[in-house]
């Protein structure tokens, strides 16, 4: 194996959040039925298997496409989409409106004394 990236932590990554990984890729000259498919299904722990994608897998244009079956429901309580309940305060926005119009600033903005 030749590594592409400069760490290695890149594609791996995605096995944190699901252990079903599939790569589809198609050539932007080739067509549709040429798109293939490298198929993940335990993680790292087995050999991946390449196979020509089935049809509702066909990319339409050239490119690439991961897809991960995640290990949690991302709306369940600590996915990745989960609804937060927290409510803002007048100082969560002012601060979020400074941080906005001053991102380079160099003070340090406290929002706890901030005054609206």
């Known amino acids: 194996m030749s590594p592409v990236g400069r760490y290695g932590i890149g594609f791996f990554s995605v096995f944190m959040l699901g252990d079903l990984v599939l790569v589809t890729s198609r050539k932007y000259d080739a067509a549709q039925e040429e798109t293939h498919t490298l198929e993940f299904r335990g993680g790292l722990s087995m050999r991946p298997i390449l196979r020509k994608s089935n049809s509702n ?6 490119g690439t496409r991961v897809s991960v079956k995640l290990k949690r429901d991302p709306f369940g309580k600590n996915g990745l989409l ?35």
């Open 57 to 62: 897998e066909y990319m339409l244009s050239g």
């Open 82 to 116: 989960a609804a937060q309940h927290h409510v803002p305060s007048e100082n969560d926005i002012v601060r979020r409106l400074l941080a906005t119009i001053c991102p380079s600033v160099d003070v340090n903005l406290d929002g706890a004394s901030v005054h609206v």
